[in-house]
């Protein structure tokens, strides 16, 4: 079957613009997370959705970040005033239930000039 | 501060030579402990969960141990494809759904 899906996959945008990142969850995956992957370091925590249940933004770095999940489905990254230190690559990753394994989706790579 | 912390950075291996890659933690009362492959431009792909330290798992030439502080992915006998960056994470007592992640291993099988 299909998997996670993001789009679009790379993405340059100048210091200072808005962008969106876009994520089509596995069908039937009520979790669903948003992870920012720079080199060298592991996996930053940005955002959980589990159902209907309000969602965890306690990993966002700034209110400049923001994250919907439209009919618990796709997903929206947005982040605002784009920052030289935002360029990384966006993971998004899906799975059946709080513990269970992530699929993920193979990013967005973001580079703010 | 829970940790988890991989070592080695990277691993440059011959065409079957065997070895084995460190995955160590301070979280007391993990509620699992995973591992993942991420291949370059691509998103990590799951390969095993552990729950309680003495369990093992094993997927094709790779095989993961856990003990309390530490789990290990062995690679027997690896091949060029297994070339990839293996990723460690870590679910915490407190949490259904958070992990802390290491930092990856980068594995380098040249034939």
């Known amino acids: 079957g299909a998997g996670v899906s993001q789009s679009p996959s790379n993405k340059v945008t100048e210091k200072g613009k808005d962008v969106e990142l876009r994520c089509d969850p596995i069908?039937?995956?009520?979790?669903l997370y948003w992870y920012r992957q720079s080199l060298g370091q592991g996996l930053e925590f940005l955002i959980y959705?589990?159902?209907?249940?309000?969602?965890?933004k306690s990993g966002l770095p700034s209110d400049r970040f923001s994250a919907e999940r439209t009919g618990g489905s796709v997903s929206t990254l947005t982040i605002q005033r784009t920052q030289q230190e935002d360029s990384a690559v966006y993971l998004c990753?899906?799975?059946?239930?709080?513990?269970?394994?992530?699929?993920f989706g193979n990013g967005t790579r973001l580079t703010v000039t | 501060e829970d940790q988890v912390t991989q070592s080695p950075e990277a691993l440059r291996l011959q065409e079957g030579e065997s070895s084995s890659l460190n995955c160590s933690y301070t979280?007391?009362?993990?509620?699992?402990l995973f591992w993942y492959r991420q291949d370059p431009g691509k998103g990590p792909e799951f390969l095993f969960t552990?729950?309680?330290?003495?369990e093992e798992k094993e997927k094709e030439r790779l095989k993961a141990t856990l003990t309390k502080k530490e789990s290990f992915l062995h690679i027997t006998a690896p091949k060029p494809e297994d070339s990839a960056t293996y990723l460690c994470?870590?679910?915490?007592?407190?949490?259904?759904?958070?992990?802390?992640w290491g930092a990856g291993t980068k594995l380098i099988i040249k034939p």
């Open positions: 979280v007391s009362g993990l509620r699992g």
């Open positions: 959705f589990q159902g209907n249940s309000a969602p965890d």
């Open positions: 994470a870590v679910q915490p007592p407190d949490s259904n759904y958070q992990l802390i």
């Open positions: 990753a899906s799975s059946l239930g709080a513990s269970s394994p992530l699929h």
């Open positions: 069908s039937g995956h009520t979790a």
């Open positions: 552990l729950y309680s330290a003495g």
